[in-house]
């Protein structure tokens, strides 16, 4: 079946440095990719989103580019910030889906710590 | 901007009762979606719901669980006889499109003791 698979966390770094947290994706043909971003207290946001090959999904500064060729959907950012503190979700959503039926697979989310 | 809303954000039950969670969704949208997300582990597809009636569920989605859409806008997870294991993070969310990702609700964090 689908599955993600996100680097382990927590990852910490200090503001301004430069992120990148990795994904890679196991699925049938070109699913949808997606990251969301879990505030603490808070429930899912979509941050970013690519729907084909090569597609870069951007957001708040955030970037990530859907590489078919090896299965990936890395998240980036070129300086973080304290406010970006929190948890990361990779996701992906088939290609072959019943009209929106089926459900999106996560990976199981990197915790980001950036501290001052 | 639209917001998917649930209610109630904490919940707190026996074991062996029943609990429904509600969610109000988008209200243009037509695909609605229960996930929910165990302490510190992924978030897991519960089940979909379209045109009245649900198009697809996990493994996870047994008997002891139901999904209804009683009066046009909101949209409820029942749990007729919980377990301590339910207890988790709910997440409600709805889609428009097929295409693209869905709008998620802030959750209901149900807690069985």
């Known amino acids: 079946g689908d599955s993600v698979t996100q680097m382990e966390g927590p990852v910490t770094l200090s503001e301004e440095a430069f992120l990148t947290i990795n994904c890679t994706y196991t699925?049938?043909?070109?699913?949808?990719l997606f990251w969301y971003v879990q505030y603490p207290g808070e429930g899912l946001q979509l941050l970013l989103k690519?729907?084909?090959?090569?597609d870069k999904g951007s957001n708040k500064g955030f970037e990530a580019t859907y590489r078919k060729e090896t299965t990936s959907f890395h998240l980036e950012k070129g300086s973080v910030q304290v406010s970006d503190s929190a948890v990361y979700f990779c996701?992906?959503?088939?290609?072959?889906?019943?009209?929106?039926?089926?459900?999106?697979?996560f990976g199981k989310g990197t915790h980001l710590i950036i501290q001052p | 901007e639209p917001e998917v809303t649930q209610t109630p954000s904490h919940q707190v039950t026996q074991m062996g009762q029943e609990v429904i969670l509600r969610c109000v969704p988008i209200?243009?949208?037509?695909?609605f979606y229960w996930y929910r997300q165990i302490l510190g582990q992924k978030v897991e597809f519960l089940v979909s719901?379209?045109?009245?009636?649900?198009?697809?569920k996990s493994e996870i989605f047994d008997d002891q669980f139901s999904v209804e859409r009683p009066d046009g806008s909101n949209f409820t997870l029942k749990i007729r006889s919980t377990k301590l294991e339910d207890s988790a993070m709910y997440f409600c969310?709805?889609?428009?499109?097929?295409?693209?990702?869905?709008?998620f609700g802030s959750g209901t964090r149900l807690t069985v003791v």
């Open positions: 969310a709805s889609s428009g499109d097929s295409l693209y990702g869905y709008t």
């Open positions: 699925a049938t043909g070109y699913p949808s």
């Open positions: 690519a729907t084909k090959a090569d």
């Open positions: 996701a992906l959503k088939p290609m072959y889906s019943g009209g929106g039926a089926d459900g999106l697979t």
């Open positions: 209200s243009n949208h037509l695909y």
């Open positions: 719901f379209y045109n009245n009636e649900i198009s697809e």
